[in-house]
T-cell receptor, first 109, second 115 residues
Framework: LAKTTQPISMDSYEGQEVNITCSHN???????ITWYQQFPSQGPRFIIQGYKTKVTNEVASLFIPADRKSSTLSLPRVSLSDTAVYYCLVGYYGQNFVFGPGTRLSVLP | EAGVAQSPRYKIIEKRQSVAFWCNPISGHATLYWYQQILGQGPKLLIQ????????DSQLPKDRFSAERLKGVDSTLKIQPAKLEDSAVYLC?????????????FGEGSWLTVV
């Protein structure tokens, strides 16, 4: 199972774009990259998933370079409600995800 | 579509007592997971089921934890006897197991405090 590395914490201000980068140097050919968001007292919530290039949904964008050894989650115009822990995970269907400590994002007014 | 349901939401017990948590996964999801999340850490897998068979239980403390998934749907996680260090959130999750990507859907969790 690929291991990921991401910053422990980040601070931002409301209205700014936030980019969280994750390293996964030993990602396997079949692995997808998935990001989760977790608020206090709740289970992790799926945000976005991708295999290569760029994926965008109503919540975020995911940028994956050609070598797939890293990925960047982009949150446009964050608000206070985006304060949460964000997890970067890699794996393919049927696998268990190995969670690290994630990135604790604090959005300030 | 209904999400992953868990109960109870909160439980406080004394050490050496027993506790059981129940999970109902998303309809049609063959894979079910139980994770333990200690405050300030990421979730850690305890056990993974594929239908009603165990895929991975390597991190399940089998001297005190047990889990079953009868009929390949609902699942129960039991702790007996509980220790102080079992205080954590127990997250149930499920996935369809059909690729190509892997999307796991989590419940809200069952909070356990052992005193």
């Amino acid at each position: 199972l690929a291991k990921t590395t991401q910053p422990i914490s980040m601070d931002s201000y409301e209205g700014q774009e936030v980019n969280i980068t994750c390293s996964h140097n030993n990602i396997a050919t079949n692995d997808y990259i998935t990001w989760y968001q977790q608020f206090p007292s709740q289970g992790p919530r799926f945000i976005i998933q991708g295999y290569k290039t760029k994926v965008t949904n109503e919540v975020a964008s995911l940028f994956i370079p050609a070598d797939r050894k890293s990925s960047t989650l982009s949150l446009p115009r964050v608000s206070l409600s985006d304060t949460a822990v964000y997890y970067c995970l890699v794996g393919y269907y049927g696998q268990n995800f190995v969670f690290g400590p994630g990135t604790r994002l604090s959005v300030l007014p | 579509e209904a999400g992953v349901a868990q109960s109870p939401r909160y439980k406080i017990i004394e050490k050496r007592q027993s506790v059981a948590f129940w999970c109902n996964p998303i309809s049609g999801h063959a894979t079910l997971y139980w994770y333990q999340q200690i405050l300030g850490q990421g979730p850690k897998l305890l056990i993974q089921f594929q239908n009603n068979g165990v895929v991975d239980d390597s991190q399940l403390p089998k001297d005190r934890f047990s889990a079953e998934r009868l009929k390949g749907v609902d699942s129960t996680l039991k702790i007996q006897p509980a220790k102080l260090e079992d205080s954590a959130v127990y997250l149930c999750a499920s996935s369809s197991g059909r690729g190509p990507g892997n999307t796991i859907y989590f419940g809200e969790g069952s909070w356990l405090t052992v005193v």
